[in-house]
């Protein structure tokens, strides 16, 4: 497969999912019946959850700074804003093309070099994935005896743990082949393996490691705190659990990462978290889509405007 086609499915396989999703959905629940919550819905409550997004992407623009510090760059907050912002409008049209977008105003605003900015942005992105381990783990610790029942009905309990014996004896065999084996394959393998660890590790090797993390935590806690807090504007949703709003959050975070910000696909995934808890599948959809459409309109917004202004801030303050 040429690099050509690569790319081309990179950006079909994203918007023919969404597109997909969104026609089951609305197959399944009417638009109509999702309008009346955002008529009788609290704004205020949203409104806080958006501010909740907001200082999460101005946190991730602070600590930026930090992995470039090391590098010998000072990293003017404004550009890094407008990067981050800029980043998350241009992941709505072809998903992980933000990252690269957010590295070159970098090389061309700050004259960091593509390949050093582009690295520590991947360095940010290990860091979040262990959070968002993390916040799993939690997850399954919070609600363990839940989860059990969810499994025991859905699969013999039995089967299950010969499963994932099986799996784990694959695993254990996989990683001492790839240990000892010589080919391209396993190379690629435990090259790949030990610049995530490299990267991981490089994190408590800063100066300011302690703020770095201190940073990445109050990220994610915004991130779960803005989706708790907007679930108070729907009175259908009161009294839920925070092993709900986890199990949700965390069904359509990965959305946001397979498709085109979660277009369509981040609803769905809430409300089938939701239902899970008992939640009935109208206010469960209209929760996701209230979600999502109040995080995009606010990205929206500020990464139109830090499309303009970015070019304009440089003219006014040049490095």
Do not use: C
């Not at 994610?220 to 009161?238: D, I």
């Not at 979600?291 to 303050?317: C, D, E, H, K, V």
């Amino acid at each position: 497969m040429n690099s050509t086609t690569r790319k081309a499915l990179k950006l079909v396989i994203p918007l023919l999912l969404a597109a997909f999703f969104g026609w089951y959905t609305f197959s399944k629940i009417p638009v109509a019946t999702i309008i009346p919550f955002f008529k009788t819905a609290n704004y205020w409550w949203i409104a806080l959850g958006v501010f909740f997004g907001f200082l999460s992407h101005l946190s991730r623009a602070y600590r930026w700074k930090y992995l470039l510090q090391p590098m010998g760059y000072t990293l003017r907050l404004p550009n890094s804003i407008m990067a981050v912002f800029i980043t998350y409008l241009a992941n709505y049209g072809i998903p992980r093309s933000g990252e690269v977008l957010r590295a070159a105003v970098l090389t061309n605003y700050e004259d960091v070099p593509f390949e050093k900015s582009f690295g520590t942005i991947v360095a940010e992105r290990m860091a979040d994935l262990v959070v968002m381990i993390g916040i799993i783990g939690l997850t399954l610790i919070l609600e363990f005896d839940f989860i059990i029942e969810l499994l025991e009905k859905a699969f013999q309990l039995k089967k299950l743990l010969i499963g994932g014996a099986i799996s784990l004896v694959i695993l254990i065999s996989l990683f001492l082949f790839i240990r000892s084996s010589h080919s391209k394959f396993a190379l690629r393998i435990k090259t790949f393996l030990n610049g995530l660890i490299e990267g991981v590790l490089s994190i408590f090797k800063m100066k300011r490691k302690w703020a770095f993390i201190a940073h990445t935590l109050f990220i994610w806690g915004m991130y779960v705190l803005m989706f708790y807090t907007t679930t108070f504007a729907l009175p259908e949703l009161s009294g839920i659990t925070i092993g709900a709003v986890l199990i949700a959050f965390i069904a359509a975070s990965f959305t946001i990462a397979a498709t085109n910000g979660g277009i369509f696909v981040y609803p769905l995934a809430v409300m089938t978290a939701f239902e899970i808890f008992g939640i009935p599948e109208t206010p469960g959809l209209a929760f996701g889509w209230i979600m999502w459409s109040s995080q995009t309109i606010m990205i929206a917004i500020f990464g139109l405007l830090s499309f303009i202004y970015l070019p304009i801030y440089n003219r006014i303050n040049p490095k």
